[in-house]
């Protein structure tokens, strides 16, 4: 199972996030955990990897699984801490070899395309202050089958 730990970092109500090249869709920065390394510390190195930017003070937002479907059998399995963050140190990147970063006012980020699982993710941290659990199945193009959040949404 693949482990990996992102943050959505809000300023002046704005979201940093990345567009990704392979679809053209809009994610959260991240990626994936070292052996060894806590969540909190995988989530900071790997901002700073893709932003330069240093998180200070992350909070653990939600905890997620993601199961991948060919058919109905599961090709791939990962687990996804998110955190949320108001304050980092340091001066954004010009370039990034995962794709465009980008600050994205917080009204404008639901039309944007990404994952389904991901725009329910917003949703709750742009509304709440609760820590979220999820599972989400995917087919192996990415499309949302199924998912489960509790809190549930609206809660």
Known sequence: MQRVTNCILMENEHILMIKKPRRGWYAIPGGKMEIGESVKESVVREYHEETALKLNQ???AGVFTFNIYDNEQVVQEWMMFTFKCEAFEGKLTDYCEE??????PFNKVASLPMAEGDR???????TSKRLLYGTFSYTKDYELIDF????PPGR
Request: proline share 10%.
């Open 58 to 60: 992350p909070e653990l």
């Open 148 to 151: 489960r959040l509790d809190p």
């Open 120 to 126: 329910r993710i917003f949703r709750h941290v742009l």
């Open 99 to 104: 794709g465009e970063l980008e600050w994205i």
